[in-house]
């Protein structure tokens, strides 16, 4: 298993940089994450990513359908803060795995 | 070094209305734009019911005549049975309660989310004569009715693909 260094801590990842241990992820750590993506994250950001974090731990599929339903922000605000692939880029800096769904 | 040729724009034509033709579509528009891909979804003949607004949330699948259609519990559906009445509502609700539970949303959510993604929706000019279609019948987010010729300028591109579900 790979490894790297954020927040100057070693942590579990895959072949992909997604975290294998979620346990080992910190805010600290997804500030450095979301850098090597490009983004600067804001508290819009740390919202959704705590209840994509709460939707993972709780066995709920992660989906870009469950952002609207997340009370925390619609899907075009979800683009906006995480352009590009959103759930994909959102899951990798809030240190979990990327989410099997296709929806 | 190995190259490496990544699909940049997809461009879906959906020409059928069946639940199963337009998921086929929209699922593979929603994961495209997911993707970060530019994606155009143009919609035709008998898709064009999954952009009219009284017609895209009432989707029926075709209970007579598709030989993979089978019974709760996987036995196969013999035609005959398709043709009792109720038979095709009680077959459509029965897949839509599925992919319900796999957070696939209805077709009016489902065009939401692919256009609050940035993909976009497009409607045939034929059908649209054909079937005397006007704007307002059909969803908010269809951004424009096309030619099969103003279709091929939008779908052009590097990296660039035409899929026809």
């Known amino acids: ?103 | 070094m190995e190259q490496k040729f990544p699909i940049k724009k997809v461009s879906l034509i959906c020409a059928k209305g069946a639940i199963e033709d337009v998921y086929a579509s929209l699922i593979m528009a929603n994961g495209a734009v997911m993707e970060g891909i530019e994606t155009n979804l143009f919609f035709t003949f008998f898709g064009m019911d999954a952009i009219i607004k009284t017609r895209m949330d009432k989707l029926h699948t075709s209970v007579v005549g598709n030989p993979a259609m089978r019974l709760p519990g996987g036995m196969r559906m013999p035609s005959l049975l398709g043709i009792l009445p109720g038979m095709e509502s009680l077959g459509s609700i029965m897949m839509k309660n599925e992919m319900n539970k796999l957070d696939i949303p209805p077709v009016s959510e489902f065009l939401d989310l692919i256009t609050a993604g940035g993909g976009k929706i497009y409607a045939c000019k034929t059908a649209v004569d054909m079937f005397k279609l006007k704007r307002e019948d059909m969803s908010e987010h269809v951004s424009g009715i096309l030619t099969i010729g103003e279709f091929y300028e939008h779908a052009g591109g590097e990296g660039a693909q035409i899929i026809f579900t």
Not at chain 1, 47 to 54: C, D, K
Not at chain 1, 59 to 76: A, E, F, T
Not at chain 1, 79 to 88: H, M, R
Request: with cysteine; net charge neutral; hydrophobic share 40%.
């Open chain 1, 1 to 103: 298993m790979a490894q790297k260094t954020y927040a100057g801590v070693n942590v579990d990842v895959n072949e992909e940089g997604y975290f294998t241990n979620p346990s080992q992820w910190t805010k600290d750590m997804a500030v450095e994450i979301a850098k090597e993506e490009g983004i600067v994250l804001t508290a819009q950001h740390y919202a959704i990513m705590e209840f994509l974090r709460n939707r993972y731990t709780s066995g709920d599929p992660l989906s870009i359908r469950s952002i609207n339903h997340s009370g925390v922000i619609d899907v075009k605000t979800f683009y906006q803060l995480f352009p590009g692939a959103p759930l994909k880029k959102a899951t990798k800096i809030a240190g979990i795995p990327k989410p099997a769904s296709c929806v």
